[in-house]
């Protein structure tokens, strides 16, 4: 036999399987209540449409959608999503664009193109732990975003927008004052926009890149990378993102991406051209209204069902809320409860830390059960934890009188 583990690369070590992976196979049982995977509701997909343009395309391209293309990604639609940039105050053009295998691919080449072993990554506490394993293959250090910054940091990585997985969305002040640190700094900013299409309540806030863009007189003095993706509003199996950038740094991420996988799908790139040059405003304002309601239904759930000590984000857009649990309950522990008494799932929170992670959190995802399963998977989480707190709370009142 071969010892395999002997023959891999010092970097395995550092790769970690993801948590959210293992827990979407819990999905397949139909007597789950899961609130696990941060996953778009397939009843907003467009279906149809890309049924029919999918044809189209194959009519109009022939064996071309089916060929070979340029690693940046089709200029159609390049140029389609830096006129979205420039809308959103980042004036930019196609050479500012490289369309990548999801904005986790785009985590991957970036982390490829500024990390070697032992630069510092500042990250949130907690933050999505999808680009903790991406950059874990290049052997990073963490620090905390908001603490100090340390000899060497090189990339500070943040979802402004409705972050996963809190539901948090940074104010305008914590945007500027992040710029002003990375300036005085010299870290470059890796700002992760994938929800950021879903706001459903609230005023929007300016992307870093485009406060980055007003205060250094263009996108290529800019420090901030800006990772886009459709994944969470057209379908994910497209696997499409892109990285909005100065020049220089999308010519490097190009060459990255020829050693990687030469380009992203050519015909499903003309096919997302397509969808999103007819009516993708009026698709998202049909997300919109869809999460409100979701959200709207978590908040009225948790508030009816939760037991005090237990609380809890309230997001404006996106997917996600984050709860916080009374000191000394796990999340990991939980939700082994969670699945044999009640067969409800949810993410713990610890693997969201990069350093120093807090065990009494984790993450609900309101993106996929309806309202009615929503509140009775709430009122199930909670039987849970009140019943975790009254153990607790009787060992406590054993262990003053002195019983075991």
Known sequence: MTAWNDRFSERMAHVRASEIRELLKLLDQPDILSFAGGIPDPVLFPTERISELYAQVLADA?????????????????????????????????????????????????????????????????????????????????????????????????????????????????????????????????????????????????????????????IENARTLFCGTFSKTLSPALRLGWVCAP??????????????????STINQMVAARVVAEGYDAHLERLRAHYRERASAMQTALARHMPMGVTWSKPQGGMFVWLQLPEGLDGAQLLEAALADERVAFVPGAPFFAVDPQPNTLRLSYSLPPPADIDEGVRRLARVIAGRLAYAGSNVARAATGRA
């Open 62 to 218: 022939g064996p071309q959608a089916l060929q070979y293309s340029v690693s940046e990604g089709l200029p159609v639609l390049r140029r389609w999503i830096a006129e979205r940039m420039t809308l959103g105050g980042a004036p930019c053009d196609e050479g500012n664009i490289i369309i990548t295998a999801g904005s986790q691919q785009a985590l991957d080449l970036i982390g490829k193109l500024f990390l070697s072993r032992g630069d510092t990554v500042l990250a949130e506490r907690p933050t999505y732990m999808g680009a903790l394993g991406a950059f874990n293959a290049y052997e990073p250090a963490y620090a905390d975003l908001d603490g100090e910054v340390p000899a060497g940091a090189r990339l500070a990585y943040v979802v402004p927008d409705f972050a996963n997985p809190t539901g948090r969305t940074m104010p305008r002040r914590e945007r500027e004052a992040l710029l002003d640190r990375a300036a005085a700094h010299d870290v470059v900013v890796v700002e992760d926009g994938a929800y950021r299409d879903l706001r459903f309540a609230g005023t929007d806030e300016p992307s870093l890149l485009a406060l980055d863009v007003a205060r250094s007189g263009g």
């Open 247 to 264: 020049r220089p740094v999308i010519d490097k991420l190009v060459l990255l991406k020829q050693g990687c996988d030469l380009h992203v």
